[in-house]
């Protein structure tokens, strides 16, 4: 009787280098699953130079503090996802050619972080000292300086790794009435600014002003506007969409993105102690599915707290059913699990902190459109 031939596992034959050429191409959650597979997948994937290489993950939050009696007044910090350990970045911002205390962040996206850089040089007649933008990746430290920007307008960015390593830097004009006229929009591509005139049906306000909420996803800007509705335009200024948010009650509710998908954060007119969660179903029909509810008691352990006044959402983990939100006079940072439905303080991030936290996911892409 012959014996049976042994089954040859056809992943031993590639090297190291290949698989991981492969793993870099897969979605971060399959990566992560694969490290149950071996011993040697494991120390493969757990392995630094190589993980450089993977997708990644959400690390963490960049903020700010202020406190009058320190000098800076002005602090930049950067917590952990977990709320331990050395901080993953050293937000020292010593790369950039202002001093730290000139640098102020303003919006991350895809591993990339727009800052604000303040330049030596007499204030306008408003007070407003002049400023360029720096656009850099804080895990390479490479940087790319944009000048031209105006103060008045809302600053967005829109940078997506796996279609190119160029980004554009998109502010929201604003005309009379506070109304939105158009968008400027950088391209670093072409190292310029171009104007687009708005293409909305109807006229829209910002919702929160010059620190208005977006999401960059698949090729769109999208920002929540006043009048119940949420923008979108394109890169080129050629395509742009107004979606109806799923609560028409007057109220500005919030964007995020979770597992490639637009989701919306709002509250109850008639139970204003109820977060609901909402996911765009059909971009084609503007047709939103609430997701989850939960009530605030739950969350916190008490009713009476409004939101974006008392708590705040400050990220959905793009890879899972997870919500972080900041609460309360020491700013706790919190995990809520929609799947289990279960709560996890992290940490207090302290009395002093800002508003503006930036979830980070790192990048370890070397080339950052012609960058320092």
Known sequence: MEARPERRNPAASLTDEILVEILSRLPVRSVCRFKCVSRSWRRLISDPEHRKKLPQTLAGFFYKSYNGERCPSSAHHFTNVSGKGAPFIYPSFSFLPVPTSDVLPLDCCNGLLLCRCYQPGPRDRDGLRPFHYAVCNPATEKWVTVQGGNWDNSAHLCFDPAVSSHFH?????????????????????????????AEWTDDVLLCGGPGARSVFLDGFLYTVMLSDVIVAVDMEGKAW??????????????????????????????????LSVWILQDYNTNEWVRKHTVSILRLFGRKNLLFEWDYKVIAVHPECNLVFFV??????????????????????????????????????????????
Not at 170 to 182: D, H, L, N, S, W
């Open 169 to 197: 830097v998109v502010e929201y004009v604003v005309g009379e009435g506070e109304y939105v006229t158009g968008v400027e929009i950088y391209s670093s591509r072409t190292g310029a600014w171009s104007h687009k005139e």
């Open 241 to 274: 969409k107004t979606i109806p948010t799923p609560a028409q009650d007057g109220e500005c509710g919030l964007i995020h993105q979770v597992q490639g998908r637009l989701c919306f954060f709002d509250v109850e007119c008639d139970d204003p102690f109820k």
């Open 327 to 372: 609460y309360g006079w020491d700013n706790t940072l919190m995990a809520y699990e929609m799947d289990r439905r279960v709560v996890r303080v992290i940490r207090n991030l302290g009395h002093e902190c800002s508003d503006s936290y930036l979830p980070y996911v790192p990048l370890f892409l070397e080339s950052l459109a012609d960058g320092h």
